[in-house]
């Protein structure tokens, strides 16, 4: 099939899949998305019941099982608990769950270990001193509850941090080597923070709202202010369903919180419990464990009314990371050479450039910019001049990544691409980023380096 035939194809799917809401026609949308993807050699993705949410794999023994259940063949490697997607070879717009990057701080957590994770006993709490009434959900009310889809990517803070090494020599950043591909779009099903309100009643004074797991370690959860989510509470929300599927047990199920456009840690997984309360909270992924820290960045304001869970006053050292920032990559596996470690399953060796073959060359890659979405894109080859990349359909708005093309006349040697995301307020992907020590949202414009043979 041509590029252009494929580009209609899926354009057509897509638009169909809006249309149609969540019955099971959505599963045969994404097998078909799949099969689009496997076109451009992309193994076939939905074969296979998926598990029920949180089950174990049939005879796994509880002390002999992996810290993740997802198949990972597909995935880079990036430490026990992590996986990256293989951005080099993204070609479909919506990632097959099987393809999306993984980032747990501890292993899965299993329904025999944690029996609130089986949908029957699962329920969750919605409490605090800025509600007029604490209720509790169990997941049969949640998925009677009035729910929308949105197809949105999601993306973790520390995606790209090996271009602080890389490209910036920050050799002071520490954290996982994530190169680019802890990035991924899905389409998730939820019942909106709008209705979760009206429910429990929001006092005029509530200032702050606590998304807490505490299932698969005792520190994980993260607040959001309520300002930022009173900015667009419909599109928020308790999910239970990715890509037209129950979540997998890896991705959080039953139930984990979307946050279209924030960094990923906001979309706590496994949750149990909101708290919306008319103080701050600080935990430690808004703290130590998640936050703009460094020179360039001011601590935020603390009061004596604040609640600290398992961290102090002192650990709050710079803004929690929220939006993530305009991106934009092509499908080409970046080289590394100064980075601490390099993911053993990664293409290519330290130091090694990819090649490509001299001759005309369609180079592709995708952008997003959630907070305000994406206008153009735009490339460069060896340092010459700005031009436009295509951009191909779909692209359904803000919280969408777009992919884009461009043509290329590949001449034998080494070359260096640059692209750059150009959002709809005309704020354009920076050259390089402040230092931050935890390596957050690294958004620079990426040198991509290739050997033409
Ligand atoms: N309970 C819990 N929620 C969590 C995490 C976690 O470790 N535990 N990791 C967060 C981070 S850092 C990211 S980037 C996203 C990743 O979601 P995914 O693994 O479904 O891609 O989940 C977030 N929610
Ligand atoms: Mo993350």
Partial sequence: MSIKKQQQEETKLVQEALKIGPQADRRRFFVSAAAIGAATAVAPLFAGAQSAPGAAPAGAAPAARKALLKNDSRLLNIGATVRSGNYWDFTTYMTP??????RNHYPTPMVEQKPILDPKNWKMKVHGNA?????????????????RTIIATMECHGNGRSLFWEQQDQMKVAGGNWVLGAVGQAEWQYVSLSHIFGLVGLKKDAKSALFWS???????????????????????????????????????????????????????????DIKIDNFNHWVRLNTRGEA?????????????????????????????VAWMPIKSIITVPLVLEKSPSIPANYPLKRGELPKLNAGPQLIKGYAWAPQYGIRHVEYRIDNGSWQRAAIMQPNLGRYTWVRFDFPW?????????????????????????????????????????????
């Fill in 409 to 453: 006349n590949a001449t034998a040697g080494n070359h260096v691409i640059e692209t750059r995301g150009i959002d709809m307020r005309g704020n354009i992907q920076p050259e390089t980023v402040p230092f931050n020590q935890l390596g957050m949202a690294n958004n620079a414009i990426v040198k991509f380096k290739i050997q033409v043979v």
């Fill in 292 to 320: 703009y820290i460094g020179p360039d960045y001011q601590a935020p304001v603390i009061a004596s009314t604040d609640e600290f869970i398992g961290v102090t006053p002192e650990d709050v050292k710079g803004p929690m």
């Fill in 131 to 147: 509600v007029d009434r604490s209720i509790d959900i169990t997941y049969d009310d949640l998925i009677k509850m009035p729910s």
């Fill in 214 to 272: 505490g299932v698969d370690g005792s520190d994980m959860g993260r607040p959001m202010p309520m300002s930022d989510i009173l900015s667009r509470p419909n599109d928020i929300g308790i999910c239970y369903k990715m890509n037209g599927n129950d979540l997998t047990a890896d991705h959080g199920a039953p139930v984990r919180l979307v946050v279209p456009g924030w960094g990923g840690t906001a979309s706590i997984k496994w949750l149990t």
């Fill in 97 to 102: 769950v099987e393809e999306f990057y993984v």
